[in-house]
T-cell receptor
Framework: DQQVKQNSPSLSVQEGRISILNCDYT??????FLWYKKYPAEGPTFLIS?????DKNEDGRFTVFLNKSAKHLSLHIVPSQPGDSAVYFC?????????????FGKGTKLSVIP | GAGVSQTPSNKVTEKGKYVELRCDPI?????LYWYRQSLGQGPEFLIY????????DSGLPNDRFFAVRPEGSVSTLKIQRTERGDSAVYLC???????????????????FGPGTRLTVL
């Protein structure tokens, strides 16, 4: 049973527009969430994170929103650039024994069209 | 500064053979993790080291898999009697600490290497 779900395998967006990537989770014990970006033949690169005590975290063009009641988070990229084209993974971890294990979704492939 | 490095980048082996995959973490990082990413999936946790000891190996799929980190830096993932189902990208990550300042600084952020693509024929 997948605890972290990214239901959109792919997303295409025009350059300059907003990209919104979504992620849902089922484990209410998760209290820290991360987004990683992955280019082909490279490892995942940390992008941005958010703690469960916040509902928003912003870093430049990237903003992550967390809705705990809905167990949903989203990553907004504004404005989208062709270099943002990659696979984006949502990951989560919880307290205690789960505090070091990242649980990943299957990823969403973002294509930013020039 | 240097990131996490992994060797080899690609490994092709035959069913039944033994393989070793190496990970060099970021200097000074005490925590080291191994994940496996199968085609079309996200990375899945295998094992976590704090220093030299394996603090949690609950993600290892069976006893053919073993990992060591004898001096608290470089780690080797060892797979015996490889099977075709072991084919995947094996990712290593490291972090400064674990579970520290969870709601503030990101000292426990995991930084990944490029991975080793293992193909078992």
């Amino acid at each position: 049973d997948q605890q972290v779900k990214q239901n959109s395998p792919s997303l295409s967006v025009q350059e300059g527009r907003i990209s919104i990537l979504n992620c849902d989770y089922t484990n209410s014990m998760f209290d820290y969430f991360l987004w990683y970006k992955k280019y082909p033949a490279e490892g995942p690169t940390f992008l941005i994170s958010i703690s469960s005590i916040k509902d928003k975290n912003e870093d430049g063009r990237f903003t992550v929103f967390l809705n705990k009641s809905a167990k949903h988070l989203s990553l907004h990229i504004v404005p989208s650039q062709p270099g943002d084209s990659a696979v984006y993974f949502c990951a989560a971890k919880g307290p205690g024994a789960g505090s070091y294990q990242l649980t990943f979704g299957k990823g969403t492939k973002l294509s930013v069209i020039p | 500064g240097a990131g996490v490095s992994q060797t080899p980048s690609n490994k092709v082996t035959e069913k039944g053979k033994y393989v070793e995959l190496r990970c060099d973490p970021i200097s000074g990082h005490t925590a080291l993790y191994w994940y496996r990413q199968s085609l079309g999936q996200g990375p899945e946790f295998l094992i976590y080291f704090q220093g030299t000891g394996a603090a949690d190996d609950s993600g290892l799929p069976n006893d053919r898999f073993f990992a060591v980190r004898p001096e608290g830096s470089v780690s080797t993932l060892k797979i015996q009697r490889t099977e075709r189902g072991d084919s995947a990208v094996y990712l290593c990550a490291s972090s400064q600490t674990t579970n520290a300042f969870r709601h503030g600084a990101s000292t426990d952020t995991q930084y990944f290497g490029p991975g080793t693509r293992l193909t078992v024929l």
